[in-house]
């Protein structure tokens, strides 16, 4: 005895789903996935100084336009913990005595004068510590710093050699 279409489609169960397998979502209704998590500033990896040292003695042609915007990449790098493209007060304060050692050697490369003189830490000479990534509040500790790491800076009109 022959079944007819009716009779197969009555032994279904009533909300029973068929064998066919299950289509993915539309790629507009698949859920999109986060991008990756960057770790906070705190996190982040500062090389040792030795090594931005190392890596502004090798930058040639000391105290040039070209030279201080390298060595302001590696300063903001490593140091600019709020990411403001500027060392602050505290920022700069911090630079350890090896990194301000090559700064004032490649300095020295270029010019007869220390990095004091060159870049005006003293208040009788123009500011252009923002060359290498220094803020123009940061002047004082800047200056306090080179002292620290450096010696007093020279008086005006002596060679140091």
Known sequence: MRRSASTNASRRPCGRRSRRARRPPPAWRRPRRSPPRRPPVDERVVPPPTTI????DRIPQGGSDAWDASVRLLLLAAYDADRDEALGIGET???PCPVWEAINRGVRSGWADDVHI???FRDDLIWIGG???LHDDA?????DAAERCLGAP?????LRL
Do not use: D
Request: aromatic fraction near 4%; hydrophobic fraction near 50%; charged fraction near 10%.
């Open 139 to 143: 002047r004082q500790a800047a200056r």
């Open 154 to 158: 020279p008086l005006p009109g002596t």
């Open 118 to 120: 060159v870049y005006g």
């Open 53 to 56: 040292a190392t890596a502004i």
């Open 93 to 95: 304060a911090a630079l």
């Open 131 to 133: 060359a290498l990534g």
